[in-house]
């Protein structure tokens, strides 16, 4: 269906970059600062970067599920704000901030308690000092959960609003300050693995606090959390949240157990292709992080325009965004291409790993730039509008019929080696983006009701 630009054009070029680009640099500071804990304890020793890095494996599904969370919250007070509800707006987001903690509560307690069978369940036997490197790290990590959540809820929040200036400066203040604690816990007091966890601990309640008591202050005029600790729950609101969180929620776990699963099929080939995939990765993961933005952007404004709706504006701003996304991408992917040797050399693999690393990189280069923004762009537009069941259950059956069950038939029987897990990755891409953007183009999505 054609889509025309809506009259008067609520969104404007130069409001646009004011929301996308803080997202972006709110993505590269996210990613730097996980980054930190583990380069800054490679001085401890050994046990201490694999402690740190087994914990963040499951700390990263737990993260992505108070991010889903918070995408739940960014739509329904976007739709409120689109309709011009300003209280019910408010109310969305204080019942966001008690479904947020509860959640973040229930999952943090078993883990005070059961951490170290916990990470014997996931991992197996570890030796003596990575399992207490671990328990340490994962100890802090854990207590810091409910504050991270609510990090994310406000974080949410001031999306909605359209203002993401406020998270990125924020998430600047905290990787300074991360980075800062880091050296004075780790290396000035000797702390290890407890230090690492404990920076992060702080500077996670600093976050939340900040942006808790800025949102409680009375000075938001568009939405606000004042009366937060006079607590009512309107579980209408709570479940119309839960609605978007929670098929976003299993969506990103499955597609981490995904990645999970394929990594295993790789670590068959040896040491050398383990040390590619990694650093693959993290190229990876860096050329994703825009899209990620335009992702996050598309929550805010597809949801202000459903709210009030617009469908005609919903979709001309998808249109406008996912054709930016992909300028972005595929600027990105030539840049990859062009660079690729040089970005590869920067970490001193192996010639075996080097040229493995490289093929992986070709192969993710031409995917990104050509699938990535209608296969994890579109599915943010949909949820935006309330058709998060229907992205959970395509995203759930092309990783695993596609992405997982290729990877073995193309790495195993049919001998493609290591890059048939890459190649699977790219069909996935294909497969979501075909699925994504049918239902789009239908309208369905337009049946949904996130909010009365």
């Known amino acids: 269906m054609r889509s025309t630009p809506p009259q008067p054009e609520q969104w404007s070029n130069r409001a646009l970059a004011r929301l996308l680009l803080p997202l972006i640099g709110e993505q590269i500071l996210t990613l730097t600062m996980g980054i930190a804990d583990t380069i800054m304890v490679s001085g401890v020793g050994e046990f201490a970067v694999s402690g740190v890095s087994l914990v963040d494996s499951i700390n990263s599904l737990i993260i992505m599920a108070f991010a889903a969370l918070a995408a739940g919250g960014t739509v329904v007070v976007s739709q409120y704000l689109g309709r011009g509800d300003m209280k019910n707006a408010s109310l969305a987001a204080r019942q966001l901030m008690y479904a947020a903690t509860g959640i973040s509560l229930l999952l943090m307690l078993p883990i005070l308690f059961i951490r170290r069978p916990i990470l014997s369940l996931v991992f197996g036997s570890l030796s003596g000092d990575v399992m207490e490197a671990a328990a340490i790290y994962f100890l802090f990590t854990a207590l810091s959960f409910p504050f991270l959540a609510i990090y994310n809820s406000t974080s949410a929040i001031y999306r909605a609003m359209s203002n993401s200036r406020v998270p990125m400066l924020i998430a600047l203040l905290v990787n300074v300050l991360k980075i800062g604690g880091n050296v004075l816990f780790i290396f000035g007091l000797h702390m290890g693995t407890a230090g690492a966890g404990l920076s992060t601990l702080i500077l996670r309640v600093a976050a939340a606090v900040i942006l808790t008591a800025m949102l409680m202050s009375g000075r938001q005029k568009i939405v606000s959390l004042e009366g937060l600790f006079r607590i ?221």
């Not at 001193?348 to 080097?354: D, G, I, N, Y």
């Open 232 to 452: 009512k729950l309107e579980f209408s609101m709570i479940r119309s949240i839960l609605s978007v969180g929670i098929p976003s929620a299993l969506e990103n776990s499955m597609f981490y157990l995904g990645r999970l699963l394929t990594t295993r099929f790789i670590a068959a080939f040896g040491t050398a292709a383990i040390a590619a995939n990694a650093i693959s990765t993290i190229v990876n993961s860096i050329c994703f992080m825009p899209g990620q933005a335009f992702g996050l952007a598309l929550l805010t404004i597809v949801g202000q325009c459903v709210g009030r709706r617009d469908y005609n504006a919903a979709r001309y701003y998808t249109k406008k965004i996912i054709k930016i996304c992909y300028i972005t991408l595929i600027t990105l992917s030539i840049t990859n291409l062009v660079f690729l040797e040089p970005i590869v050399s920067l970490f001193k693999l192996s010639p075996e790993a080097h040229a493995m690393a490289k093929s992986f990189l070709m192969v993710h280069s031409v995917t990104l730039g050509l699938f990535w923004p209608l296969s994890f762009g579109i599915p943010s537009a949909l949820r935006a509008a309330g058709d998060a069941t229907y992205c959970m259950i395509v995203a759930t059956l092309t990783m695993y019929f596609i992405r997982i069950s290729g990877a073995y038939i193309l790495v195993f029987p049919l001998g493609a080696g290591p890059l048939g897990v890459w190649f699977a990755m790219g069909a996935d891409f294909i497969a979501r983006s075909f699925f994504y953007t049918m239902r789009w183009r239908k309208g369905k999505w337009q049946q949904k009701k996130v909010i009365d």
